[in-house]
């Protein structure tokens, strides 16, 4: 009986081993493996808070509307009034943080008109599309239509 | 780029390590399945390559997860995979087959085998090569009759566990991309079989073309036996995963579904020389062939060694082929079927060719290193006494 | 919406109220943002785009793009007659500058803006071995970029073709949902910036939520639906030859 005992004593040592290796793991694990993980499910749950977190760039229609309310009435007699004030002026949340200092830049206007009213076949039916270099004969956009309110004649004032 | 492409798909993601990985661990899984056919499976004949087989799985293995490393955007991460596996990942439950397979099967199945001749060589040598076999030994010296009784029962156990483990080490990686639905040219149920023989027939081919070549370069006569087996057993399952790829062929075309006219094309054009050349005609129809010849005809020695040889050698770059059309070939075309792009391999880069190649050889000088310590073949300058004749 | 003076006037101190929680450049936790209450998901009017890129752009500012890379894009597509399983497509830049003038008349042409599905059931999350791309209590899937290694199985793995390798990240990205912004009683960038209204962003949880009144008078379809990733971006209009 000890003799097989002696006889199989090596493989004990192997299996002494591979105890080991589990407990540095459980060890590893414990001290490695971040805190948050498994707040909300199997992923690190300080994760969606540092996503939720982040800055906002674009502050929103509601935002702009707020400080800027004539426009907002000018806009919304027009067919523009669902086009949201960033769209055409860009991310603005700095400049609705701090309007004293950062101003926002005027668009290009006849780069940015042609973006959306450039003639594409692919274009729903019914939505205003014009050739760019044959509709105003080189004239800027600003000329005949007042971005806010863009119907035909408008153009020229503020 | 051909046609339309979803913008973020142009680049391919997965590179030539990606093509490495699952040809590594397929020579693993291939060279350990031989060995098992010894020691399971009493097939003697092949018992001259067992032990260069099992070191050979094992050089193979070390080098396995390194162009992984190498692929991963944040390789200092890759413990995750251990600390907070996600269970339903394929690639996550992998680590811990791999780790399952080299820690409890190859290394253990090494360590039993090789355990009275690192006693002896502990017994035998001094300074550091003496602390080595030392530590090989874990402290025991105890090589008795029963002992080795012992260590013969648990060798057989271990290899027979081996065996589903070595199936699962390949099935698995097959399963990583045959669980794919997003990529109709992974996504089949036949990937991992298909993985597991074309594994089995590489790795087959590897010992054979290693017992050759070692035994030149040790001067010793191959013995014919063995080879003429280990042919049989490359031929035989060579039929198996070449019926199981025409399946899978046949069962597309037949079937005809949204995917396959653009791949069908994407075949015919950009994968035509690695898929239709290298794979198909070099790679499994001409080793077929030959392997064919010489059971069905009686060759004299030396013209079954150089047939033997040949169709070894364009088996594995047949498989290495395989490897590189499942992995970059379903990447070439758009999952939106309209359009193409193509692989740009560069030479000297994180996952360039130059890496690639490193990797390649690398297992080799393992080998070597491997054999030196643990010597395969008895009577070889080791102080071991010869227990049995090869 | 139009606006009368009363209303801009009600609406300018709730605006200045709820931007305290917005403030610009100055990142702070949701409060009074309760994950349970919420299931985000996103109407998408083929009808209505007119394929000029605006929510490419603003996506890219909001969220710091890389060049090259899109977590959302417009395609343009031309359906040749019956020929429904061999349309013509482009997607120049992403669409991020709109569209060349478009030349093939004859046929069907629309544009389909495409962007991350947050699917409910996701393959991408699936696959990831370490639980660095997840599930929010809200049905947003985020990418948690800390803890990615990079493999790119996510990738793989995605059906729509949403996510991309961050060139100096180093681990995958997608859209977010600007899951920032939603809670924090935001719209998603790109929806802000639709001109037409094309891209509304739904909560699916929120009874009052006009999306339930467009699925019930609507017929929407979601892309690839054989692959039952459950989808959650909605789409009017999809004709049957958008891939």
């Known amino acids: ?158 | 780029m051909e046609g339309f492409m979803y913008p973020n798909e142009v680049e391919l993601q997965w590179s030539v390590l990606i093509v490495l990985y699952p040809f590594l661990t397929g020579l693993v899984a291939g060279a350990f399945i031989l060995a098992s056919l010894e020691r399971v499976f009493r097939v003697e004949e092949v018992k001259p390559t067992y032990r260069l087989a099992l070191l050979t799985a094992l050089a193979f293995l070390i080098v396995a997860p390194m162009p992984l490393q190498l692929h991963l955007g944040h390789p200092e991460r890759s413990l995750e995979m251990y600390l907070t596996p996600h269970r339903a990942s394929a690639m996550a439950m992998f680590g811990f087959v791999y780790m399952w397979y080299l820690m409890a099967v190859l290394l253990l199945e090494i360590w039993l085998d090789y355990r009275r001749d690192i006693v002896l060589m502990a017994q035998a040598s001094t300074g550091a090569k003496r602390l080595l076999y030392k530590l090989l030994s874990l402290g025991s010296d105890n090589i008795s009759e029963g002992a080795l009784r012992v260590d013969d029962r648990a060798g057989w156990i271990i290899t027979l566990i081996g065996i589903p483990s070595a199936f699962m080490l390949h099935g698995y990686v097959g399963f990583i991309f045959g669980s794919v639905k997003a990529n109709p040219w992974w996504s089949t149920p036949l990937m991992p079989v298909v993985f597991l023989f074309s594994a089995m027939v590489s790795g087959i081919a590897l010992v054979l073309l290693m017992y050759m070549v070692t035994s030149l370069l040790r001067r010793a006569p191959i013995d014919m036996r063995c080879l003429d087996t280990i042919a049989k057993y490359l031929f035989y399952t060579f039929v198996i995963d070449f019926t199981m790829e025409m399946l899978d062929l046949i069962h597309r075309i037949y079937e005809a579904d949204e995917s396959f006219r653009s791949l069908d094309f994407m075949v015919h054009t950009r994968l035509f020389l690695s898929q239709i050349v290298l794979q198909i005609f070099v790679g499994t129809l001409a080793p077929l062939a030959l392997l064919a010849l010489t059971q069905l005809m009686k060759f004299p020695e030396i013209v079954r060694k150089r047939m033997y040889a040949v169709a070894a050698t364009l088996t594995i770059i047949g498989i290495f082929a395989m490897r590189w059309n499942v992995v970059i070939g379903g990447q070439l075309f758009s999952k939106s079927f309209l359009g193409y792009t193509t692989y740009k391999l560069e030479f000297i880069t994180r996952e360039g060719l130059l890496p690639a190649i490193v990797l390649m050889i690398l297992p080799f000088f393992i080998l070597y290193v491997l054999i030196k310590v643990l010597p395969p073949w008895h009577g070889e300058n080791t102080g071991a006494t010869p227990a049995e004749t090869d | 919406m139009n606006l009368t003076r009363r209303q801009v006037l009600l609406l300018l101190p709730a605006a200045a109220a709820a931007w305290e929680f917005v403030k610009a450049g100055t990142p702070d936790q949701a409060p009074n943002y309760s994950m349970d209450e919420h299931w985000w998901g996103m109407l998408l009017d083929i009808t209505k785009c007119i394929g000029c890129g605006s929510c490419v752009r603003a996506c890219a500012t909001e969220n710091d793009v890389p060049d090259g890379y899109f977590r959302t894009w417009v395609e343009q597509y031309h359906r040749e007659d019956w020929h429904i399983e061999a349309p013509v497509v482009s997607s120049p830049d992403g669409g991020k500058n709109g569209f060349p003038p478009g030349k093939v008349a004859g046929g069907k042409n629309f544009f389909v803006p495409k962007m991350c599905n947050h699917c409910v059931d996701s393959p991408c999350t699936q696959v990831c071995p370490v639980g660095a791309t997840y599930h929010t209590a809200d049905g947003v899937v985020l990418v948690d970029y800390e803890y990615c290694l990079g493999c790119r199985y996510c990738i793989q793995a995605c059906p729509y073709g949403c996510r991309f390798f961050h060139p100096t990240k180093h681990t995958a990205d997608k859209c977010t949902l600007c899951y920032h912004r939603i809670s924090k009683g935001l719209t998603t960038a790109c929806c802000e910036n639709c001109p037409t209204g094309a891209r509304q962003l739904a909560d699916l949880k929120n009874p009052k939520d006009p999306i339930h009144e467009f699925l019930k008078t609507h017929t929407v379809q979601v892309l690839k639906p054989h692959l039952a990733t459950g989808s959650k971006m909605f789409y009017n209009g999809l004709d049957g030859s958008v891939r």
Request: include cysteine.
């Open chain 1, 1 to 158: 009986m000890s003799g097989r005992f002696k006889d199989s004593a090596h493989l004990i040592r192997v299996a002494a081993v591979f105890l080991l290796g589990a407990v540095v793991f459980v060890a590893l694990r414990a001290a490695v493996i971040p805190k948050s993980f498994g707040q909300f499910g199997p992923y690190r749950g300080k994760a969606l808070l540092e996503m939720q977190a982040r800055p906002v760039k674009f502050a929103g229609h509601d935002v702009c509307e707020g400080c800027h309310p004539d426009v907002a009435e000018t806009k919304a007699k027009g067919v523009h009034a669902h086009v949201n004030c960033e769209t055409c002026h860009g991310a603005q949340a700095k400049h609705a943080d701090d309007p004293a200092t950062v101003k926002p830049v005027l668009p290009e206007v006849a780069k940015l008109c042609v973006r959306c009213h450039s003639e594409n076949i692919a274009k729903p039916n019914g939505f205003p599309q014009v050739n760019a270099a044959e509709h105003s004969g080189g004239q800027d956009c600003k000329t005949c239509h007042q971005p806010h309110s863009p119907g035909f004649g408008s153009g020229g004032k503020k």
